[in-house]
Every structure is written in C-alpha cells, then in structure tokens.
C-alpha cells in the first residue's frame, strides 16, 4: 500500500473540497442546490472519468446509465422494495446493461464508438417512449405515492456527498491498480499496449461496467428528488454534455480533475444563469474549442505544468 | 530444442506476397533476420507476435501451436517485440511504461503492484535508464526510447524477444553500447532473441546464425561466415563478398 | 394493403435520397481525413434554417434556395475548416480524438447559438402545391420536384467526383494521402475544398429535407439526423459516398415502412419506435460485420 500515500497533499485538497462542499451546504436551502448539482456533476464527470481518461474513449452516451437507473429505481419502488436499495440496484442494472452493449460497441474505434454511444442513449430514450403500456411511455410516472413522505432535501446531497467520496477513493485505488496501468496505456497506444499482455478487449469492457455504476445510482437519486421518470429529461443529453465539459475542463486522466472540473463548471454556470441565461452552452462549447487548441489537459494540466509548487497538491 | 518454429507461412496483402512459404526456426541463439527494405521482416515479426494472423501454416512455440492466438495471449506466453519506430506510452512516465509490461506479461497475475515496480526499476537499471524513472516517455529522445522499447520488452521477463531494427537511428557508439546491453541478456538471461537489422557489422558480429530473406522468400540460412560467402545473398544485398567477409566475428 | 406499402416505398426512396446527400457529405469528410465531423448534423440544420428564412423573408421556395444553401455551406465549411481542424493537422493522434471534441464542441455551440438567435420553436414552412393523384396513388407535387432536383444534384456530385481534375484529387486523397502528395496533389488545398465539400452537401440536404417536414425546424433536430447519418453510413459503407446514397435510400425505405409494420403490434407506439428499430439493425450489422475496426488484418 505504500505505493498510494506517494503524494500526501493532494488528499489534503480533495479532502478540503469536499469539506467546503459540506459546508457550503449548510448555509441555505439555495446553497443546498447548488452542492446538489455540484455534487451530481462531479460523480457522472468522475464515472465519466473511467472510460474517458483513462481508457481514452468518448462515451456520449454516459446519460442513458443515469437513466437506466432512474427506471429501475422507479420500477422497483413501485413495487415497494426499499428506495436506498432501489439505487443500489439501479447502478447495478447500469453496470449490466454496459456489459451487454461493451460486448457490441467497444470494437470500434474512437469517433465511431462515440457516436454509437449516442446512439444507445437516443434507442433507449426512443424505446420508452416507443412503449407506452411497459414503461410508461412519453409522460413517464410520478412515485409521489411510493415516496411521498419521506423527503428530507439534506439526505439526498449526503448520499451524493457519499457517492462522489465513494467514487474518488475507486478511482484511486483504480489509477494505483494494475487494471488502471493496463487502461491508461491502451489508451496511449492500442497495439503496443496489446503487444505487452494487455487484453484491451477484456479491460476495456471492465472499465465500461465500471463507469455505468455511478451514474446508475446517481440516476436513482435523481429519480427520488423529483418524484418523477419520464424519458425527456432523465435520458437527456446533456448530462453527458455537461460530464464531458467538466472532464475536459478539469483535466481527462487525473483525479482531482473531474471534481474541480465540477466546481468550476456549475459556479460558472449558475452565474451566467443569472445574468446571462441561454449563453452558458455556447460559451463552454467555446471554451471546450479552447481547451482542446490550447491546453488538452485541462485546468489541472495547465497548473502542473505552469506552477510546481501546486504539483503536490494534485493528483 | 527449437522455442519457436515458424512452418511454411505465407502471408499476403491484396495482391503483395509479403511472404512465401517462410519456414525458420528459433534456437537458444541469437538469431539474425536480414534482407534488403520490403523483404518481409518485419511482416514475420508481426506474425510471430500475433499482430497479423497468417494466410496459411503454423507457428509452433515450445511445441504448442500458437498460430490463432491473440498478441496479448502471446506476450503472456512469454513472447517480447520491440517496434521499429518506437511506441512508447506517451504520456505515463519511463518506469509505468515498464510495469505495464511486467504486470501483464509471464508474471501476470502472479506479482503485486509493489514488487511490478521493484522489477521494474531493476529493468531499468539493466538497460540504463534509471535516471529517466519519473520522466514522461515522449520526453525521452530516439536512443532512449530505443532503450525504453527494450526494457518494456524485458519487462514481460520474456523467454522469447523479438527486435525490430533496435539499432537504427543510433550513433555508433550507441549501437555498441545497445549490442552489449543485448549481449548481456542472451547470456545472463539464456534468452532467444530474434534480431532483424540492416547496420552490417552489428548482425553479423552477434548473431549464431542469419536467416536472409528477399522479396518474402526465404534464400539463405547459415553461419555469418557462410551467409557472407553465399552468392544469392551477395547478389540481392550485401554487394561485395570481401567487405561482408570481413566483419565476420572480428 | 398493397399499396400503402408501395406509397411508403415510394416515399421512403425520395426522402431516402435527400439522407443520402445529407451524409454524402459526411461520409466524404471521412473518407479523405478520417475525421468525423459531430457538427455535421448542425450543418445540416443551419441548411434547414436557411430554407426557412429564405421562404419568409423573400419567398423562395426550397428548390430555389438550393444553390444558396450549397454556397453558404461551402464558405462555413471553409471557415470551419481553417479555424478548427487545420490546427490538428501536426499531429495524427491528436487528430482523431481531438477532432472529435472539438467538432462535437462546434455543434453544441451551433444549436445552442441557433437557439438565442431564433428560439427553440418549432418551425416550418409549408409548401404545397398541390398533389398528383393516380386512383390510390398520392404524391405531392413539391416532393416530386424535390426528387427530380436531388437526382440533378446526384449527377453534378458525380461529375464532380469523376469527371474532374477536383474529383481525381480528392478520390486519391481517399485512398491514400501520403502517394497522392507525391503526385503532385495539394493535399492540404484538396482536403479544404472536400471539407467545403461535405458541409455544402449538408446545407443542401437540410434544405431539401424541410420539404418533408412542414413543422419540424428546430435547433435540436440535428441530433436525430446524427445517428440516422451513422446508421446510414454502417449501411453503405464507410468513406464510400455512393455507399451513403444507398444507405439512405435503405434507411429511408425503412424509416417509412417500419411504422407500416409496426402498427401490427400492439402496445407499441411506431412511430417512436423506429428510430429503435434503426439502432437495433445497426447493433446487427456491427455484430455481423463491424465496420469501422482499422485492419487487425486476421
């Protein structure tokens, strides 16, 4: 284990991230909101991570896991099984539907596999709608009866908050493994990565199912908060968007990436709502331009490379 | 006694023959693979290695025929490549270069993240990188990467490596340290090693015996001395008997 | 019976056409710089757009507008060409996934730009001039003009790629760059004008296509015609232009006999269904035959 404690302040900063989130929680029910969706974004960017930075695959379609587990979390309560476990569920049938479709789609290539990506979360959202009697179709169905009592806003942000520690330490511990050495050098080279044992097929596939079962849960609680699952908005493309951004914006392969990623994506956007509302699209479209001319790495590579003294607070 | 037998491979691509019924086999030698640009080298390095599957015949390694098997099942087998022009992962540094390869070649499954960077750092030591531990592979100019391909290959602990022109691209005093470094292996290691080259001296000072072969066809097999005097040879490559002869085990 | 099927036929084939040319565009950016273009689908809106506009403000109809959607399309694509994908010419790898943020980037910025400018309503513009009638037989007559008007710009592409000096360069760009450069092709000033190329296929098949949707213009309808321009491109064949003209014929005849069939099975709704189905025949064919995996040659 000695291996993992090599940078000791960067788990300073990450510890310390999250400790303000908590405590900027607390201030107002507004604040509260915020940390929510803060929280959500940096958990999908973070799950994102795994099939993105380290694998180098583009997953456009990271949005139908959150969706797949909203509707098993939703199909489950209303048939009364306990919603905490509902979740739990959810990432799991996440995880196995990635499994299925990884079997199928992670032959192709990168641009290739993205839009195939694209194309799972637009037949799924299109075979709910497309169902109406099995699944409830277009207009979706509300659990206000199967949950209706028990809303406690603070409890949904901790088990995000919980969620987001839970994927930060799996994404450590991964990045130290030997599946995570095996992830990132398939994605520096995929023949030579082959030509040293690695079987890209197999890691690739197990990153995949990895990646799909914090989006799964975080589904789950998404479905809880708003009593209600309906095709439009819960397989929306934009949380896919929106992870993407964050994971380009932080820094694609690091850990800390992602989560500040999120911080800065979501104060960013919660202020040009105020001022400037439709424009925040366009401008991180823009500034994704940007990134990718000027600096690939993110807001993360342009600090390790400009400034060492910060080195040891990242990771 | 052979390691490796490669039977009768005939290998094509659209209308090119790369190669013609190329049989071979590997010894615990170090074995030379020479032949004039296009003649098919480097498609049987990637034949043996698992990179491009055979359009017919065998290859047989330690007695069991590998010809379906996929490039990351051959390299667990023990079975090392390095590429002509390097291919390091760019962005991880020297030293992850070298534990991809050592946690997923013969040790797969048998060694621990801790004791993969132990070995690791030994390789590193062996092929004199040591100082480059922590640096990103892409920083790392041709010889060094030339060496780190070595070291990822070593990294496998390989019972069989296989080198892609390791030598071109170096100055000549860093061939003759690559070659000492490759000498070192053979012996100490008792490893067989597959050596296609075109820098002359080289080949044929440190190989057992040289294999020729011209427009996917195997013409020659023999001795350094024997391939140096051979006619085909002179004809399709080497040019002037004399000069070959002369850098014969000097 | 038989003839609603062979209305739908019919219809699928000439609306399957304007998918071929808007992919034709696509498929073509492929084939001579293995980029694929995410913003396509925008491209392809903003020719939606124009046909619109051109018919409120000075009432042309989508036929005339035709030649000013092919010009724009090339000037944006040209634009687009050297201010974003130029800049990754240095290095192949950086290409592959770069390209592809950076143009997904592009066409997050296009629809969201299209959505301030000119809101997120559905619009549309009708233009009926009447049908032709055969006993059971309906076809309007402005879809006519638009099939006659999409076989005279087939025949133009195919001069185009055949016939000229710009055709030779482009497909021996296709096959292979590296030789075509040494030639005597300016690759770089060939891959700019394929580029423009695609894009002014794209506006043109936008432009073509609203014809068929009398209320459908909206900033988001590219994301739909990304996926249909896929599966399309898996039917025919990638970096094959011919092979997106096939592939949308295929995919239109499906597109309007599936929700046919469909409507024998209960409990499903076809018309949303099969945008399903097209994602369900395109995990076939990859299965069977995956396309787009660059030769492990086995």
């Known amino acids: 284990m000695r291996i993992l404690f090599i940078k000791n302040y960067a788990y300073i900063s990450i510890i310390g991230i999250y400790v303000i989130l908590i405590l900027v929680s607390m201030i107002s029910p507004y604040t509260l909101e915020i940390v929510y969706y803060t929280l959500l974004l940096m958990i999908l960017a973070q799950s994102l991570n795994i099939i993105m930075g380290f694998a180098g695959l583009y997953n456009f379609g990271h949005a139908a896991f959150v969706g797949i587990g909203a509707y098993t979390f939703a199909i489950l309560v209303v048939k009364g099984v306990d919603p905490y476990l509902s979740m739990i569920i959810g990432g799991l049938v996440a995880s196995f539907t990635a499994f299925l479709l990884g079997l199928v789609v992670l032959r192709l290539k990168g641009p290739f596999f993205a839009i195939s990506t694209l194309g799972i979360l637009e037949a799924i959202r299109y075979f709910i709608i497309g169902t109406p009697k099995i699944t409830g179709g277009a207009a979706g169905f509300t659990l206000f009866k199967y949950l209706g009592t028990s809303y406690n806003p603070y409890i949904l942000v901790y088990i995000l908050l919980i969620l987001s520690v839970v994927t930060t330490i799996f994404l450590i511990i991964l990045s130290h493994s030997s599946l995570g050495y095996s992830l990132k050098a398939l994605r520096e080279d995929h023949d030579a990565a082959e030509a040293s044992g690695v079987n890209t097929t197999r890691c690739k596939i197990i990153a995949f199912i990895l990646s799909a079962f914090f989006p799964g849960v975080a589904g789950g609680v998404i479905a809880f908060k708003t009593f209600w699952v309906m095709p439009e908005t819960i397989f929306d493309i934009s949380y896919s968007i929106e992870a993407i951004l964050t994971v380009l914006l932080g820094g694609s392969g690091t850990i800390i990436g992602p989560i500040i990623g999120a911080m800065i994506y979501n104060i960013s956007k919660s202020l040009f709502m105020s001022y400037f509302p439709g424009f925040q699209l366009i401008v991180f479209g823009i500034l994704t331009i940007i990134i990718i001319l000027i600096a690939p790495e993110g807001v993360i590579g342009l600090l390790n490379n400009r400034f060492k003294k910060v080195r040891r607070f990242l990771i | ?250 | ?298």
Not at chain 2, 169 to 193: D, F
């Open chain 2, 1 to 250: 006694m052979a390691i490796l037998v490669v039977d009768n491979v005939t290998k094509k691509f659209g209308g090119i023959v790369a190669l013609r019924n190329v049989s071979l086999d590997i010894h615990d030698e170090i074995l030379g693979l020479i032949g004039p640009n296009g003649s098919g080298k480097t498609t049987l390095v990637n034949i043996i290695s698992g990179a491009y599957m055979p359009d017919s015949g065998k290859i047989i390694y330690r007695d069991n025929d590998i010809t379906i098997l996929p490039p990351h099942v051959r390299c667990r087998l023990g079975i090392a490549r390095t590429y002509q022009i390097p291919r390091p992962f760019s962005n991880l540094t020297v030293l992850e270069n070298v534990i991809v390869s050592v946690i997923n070649g013969t040790l797969y499954g048998k060694v621990s993240m801790k004791e993969a960077k132990y070995v690791a750092e030994d390789i590193l030591k062996t092929v004199g990188l040591s100082r480059f531990k922590e640096i990103p592979a892409k920083s790392l100019n041709i010889q060094e990467r030339k060496r780190l391909e070595l070291a990822r290959a070593l990294g496998i602990e390989p019972k069989l490596i296989l080198l892609d022109e390791v030598l071109s691209g170096l100055t000549l005093s860093e061939m003759s340290e690559m070659l000492s470094i490759i000498k070192k292996i053979h012996e100490t290691k008792k490893i067989p090693i597959l050596m296609i080259e075109h820098i002359m001296h080289a080949i044929m000072n440190i190989s057992d015996r040289i294999i020729v072969l011209n427009q996917g066809i195997k013409i020659a097999e023999g001795t350094p001395e024997e391939i140096a005097n051979d006619i085909k040879v002179i004809e399709a490559y080497l040019g002037d008997r004399e000069l070959a002869l002369k850098f014969v085990k000097k």
């Open chain 3, 1 to 298: 019976m038989f003839e609603v099927f062979l209305q739908a036929l019919i219809y699928g084939i000439t609306l399957g056409i304007i998918y071929g040319i808007a992919t034709m565009g696509l498929n073509l950016v492929w084939g001579i710089m293995r980029v694929v273009n995410f913003a396509h689908a925008e491209f392809i809106t903003l020719g939606a757009y124009t046909a619109y506009w051109l018919w409120i403000l000075i009432n042309f109809n989508p036929i005339s507008t035709i030649p000013v959607s092919g010009l724009l399309g090339f000037i944006f694509g040209m634009i687009v060409f050297y201010s974003i994908i130029y800049k990754f010419f240095s290095s192949p790898e950086l290409m592959e996934n770069a390209t592809l943020v950076a143009t997904f980037a592009l066409g997050i910025v296009l629809a969201e730009s299209m959505k301030v400018l000119w809101t997120a309503d559905y619009r549309g513009l009708s233009w009926n001039l009447g049908v032709i009638k055969y006993s059971w037989f309906i076809f309007p007559l402005s879809y006519a003009y638009t099939f006659i008007i999409s076989l005279i710009i087939i025949i133009v592409v195919y001069y185009i790629i055949y016939k000229t000096y710009l055709g030779k360069a482009i497909r021996a760009v296709i096959w292979d760059s590296g030789a075509a450069a040494i030639c005597g092709i300016n690759v770089k000033n060939t891959l700019t004008i394929g580029f423009s190329l695609g894009s002014a296929l794209a506006f043109v098949g936008g432009t073509l296509i609203v014809v068929y949707l009398p209320t459908g213009i909206n900033p988001y309808m590219g994301q739909l015609y990304l996926l249909k321009a896929f599966v399309i491109t898996i039917l025919g064949g990638f970096g094959n232009p011919w092979g997106a003209l096939i592939g949308g014929i295929l995919f239109g005849i499906i597109e309007s006999i599936m929700p046919l069939v469909l409507a024998y099975i209960p409990g499903i709704e076809p018309l949303s269904f099969t945008p399903f189905i097209a994602f369900l025949i395109l995990i076939v064919i990859l299965i069977i035959r995956p396309e787009g995996i660059l030769g492990k040659r086995r």
